[in-house]
């Protein structure tokens, strides 16, 4: 089935209910999104030849045309390739060039166009072209047809998230995975009505993108702030003009709202739910947050590889004090979602006793159907249907998940992941610098910090701001060093491997 038939659907059932505002501002009724949906599939049908399972890269900052791309693509049978808006040029150009994208989606529609730095061969249209209007404002609604018939087992979203390789690699979600991780949202997170709105203050490309299948299948309002981005005042606003705000939300974010509420006497009015996850949320920042806003937290942990869906606590468990484990689970990451197998298991995949570390595996219908031609990265990490998380945790004896490390180098700053590799690389391409290490140190704000210790090549000269700059030619700026280390050496064992756990020593001290 296809996801768009949601968005179908409820156009018939709600065709005057408000869908789709940017800040304060209506943009389209439920009746508008699906025609204009509809229409941006035909025009790409027509003007670029996209037929199902051709892949169409989305790269652009939220906004209100965001969701009618993506439904829009959906809409036609076709694959969308959301990119991440945060990525430097030449890095989106790599995931539209490796998905083999026949059309890219951008924020101007000349991104590759104007500027010859950046290769991309696929054809390029801005996401507020004229053309792109024109083709809405003039299709007959009388030609209007029901989304394309899909196999559940077709790729609906092609999801490309960073490995320890350099490379991000291309998860490849079907329209049942989707569909699955929207519906189990119902039963693990929290319930979802008509009266929602929903709040897009993370980037649309990611988790909080995802979770806008459930509000378009119950009728809910989508509100895109006009920040396009996360900026607490803002949110207060449309809380106190909207009501029964809905919002994905980084542990960071939520910090930044607990301090504009301490600054400002905000007590969470307008705000119905936050969903927290990304990243390690600290008890003491949870503890926090629920005194000074209440019972308005739920969490969810999951992965590219398998969407939002791995475990789960609603807001009555995050918020529980009467449990003699509380503080625990609170620590935790919650219990299995209703659609998902979890266990801790060790290297052989047999599985750990309760309170012991093993790495976590998941199987279950949301599951990623493979990385996109990748078959010995798929291999490695699908085993006999259980997905390799990476990730290192407990499981106690009521089914709460406690993670304790990640066996992968990822870095979590702000909601966003950061590859070591990825960095080191850039920096390596320096011809000043002989060696580096990059590493994620705890940080009070955003959960942690890139620090690079660098090894210059003899007789070279650098300082912090030439390296800022010549990252900033190579990869996204969220991705640089905050913090540089300058050493004669860097600390190895007798193997030659640098001892990074030295190195995380060393960083807390300077």
């Not at 620590?331 to 998902?340: E, F, K, T, W, Y």
Request: hydrophobic letters at 40%.
């Amino acid at each position: 089935m296809n996801l768009a038939s949601w968005l179908h659907q409820t156009s018939r059932v709600r065709p005057d209910s408000p869908a789709i505002y940017f800040g304060e501002r209506a943009h389209a009724t439920y009746a508008e999104f699906a025609h204009r949906s509809w229409a941006i599939g035909e025009y790409l049908k027509t003007q670029y030849g996209i037929q199902p399972g051709d892949r169409v890269a989305l790269y652009a900052r939220n906004c209100a045309e965001y969701l009618e791309v993506l439904y829009g693509v959906l809409w036609i049978g076709a694959t969308i390739v959301p990119v991440n808006n945060k990525l430097h040029p030449r890095e989106a150009a790599w995931i539209i060039e490796n998905s083999e994208s026949s059309l890219a989606i951008t924020e101007s529609g000349d991104i590759y166009s104007v500027s010859g730095d950046h290769e991309c061969s696929c054809q390029e249209v801005g996401i507020r072209a004229p053309e792109i209007a024109t083709a809405i404002s003039t299709t007959s609604a009388a030609k209007y047809r029901p989304p394309a018939w899909v196999d559940d087992h077709d790729v609906a979203w092609l999801f490309y998230t960073s490995g320890t390789t350099g490379r991000p690699k291309g998860v490849m979600l079907t329209h049942k995975n989707l569909r699955v991780m929207a519906m189990s949202y119902a039963l693990d997170v929290d319930t979802v009505s008509h009266t929602d709105n929903s709040l897009y203050a993370a980037p649309m490309s990611h988790g909080a993108g995802l979770y806008n299948f459930q509000f378009v299948r119950v009728g809910g309002c989508h509100v895109i702030p006009q920040s396009k981005g996360f900026d607490a005042a803002e949110i207060q606003a449309l809380g106190e003009r909207h009501g029964n705000l809905v919002f994905f939300a980084a542990p960071t974010m939520v910090t930044r709202l607990v301090k504009h509420a301490e600054i400002t006497g905000y007590q969470g009015e307008g705000i119905r739910t936050v969903i927290y996850g990304g990243g390690p949320m600290y008890v003491a920042d949870l503890n926090k947050a629920l005194k000074t806003f209440g019972a308005k937290f739920a969490h969810v942990y999951g992965q590219g590889e398998s969407p939002m869906a791995i475990t789960a606590m609603s807001r009555d468990l995050v918020a529980d004090q009467d449990n003699p484990d509380a503080e625990a689970r609170r620590a935790s990451v919650g219990m299995a979602q209703s659609c998902v197998e979890v266990r801790v298991v060790d290297a052989q995949m047999i599985d750990k006793p309760n309170g012991q570390v093993g790495e976590v595996v998941v199987r279950g219908d949301t599951v990623m159907k493979g990385y996109w031609k990748n078959e010995r990265a798929t291999a490695e990490t699908l085993i006999d249907g259980w997905l390799k998380t990476g990730d290192l945790g407990t499981m106690d004896d009521s089914g709460f998940l406690k993670l304790t490390d990640r066996s992968k180098d990822v870095i979590i700053s702000g909601g966003s992941n950061i590859y070591p590799r990825e960095v080191e690389e850039a920096l390596l391409s320096n011809d000043n610098v002989f060696e580096v290490s990059v590493i994620g140190c705890p940080h009070p704000e955003w959960g942690e910090e890139v620090v690079a210790f660098v090894v210059f090549n003899e007789g070279a000269t650098c300082d912090t701001k030439v390296l800022d700059a010549w990252c900033k030619t190579q990869i996204a700026s969220f991705k640089k060093p905050k913090r540089y280390l300058f050493v004669p050496e860097l600390p190895k064992n007798s193997y030659g491997k640098i001892l990074k756990t030295s190195l995380r020593e060393r960083a807390l001290l300077a």
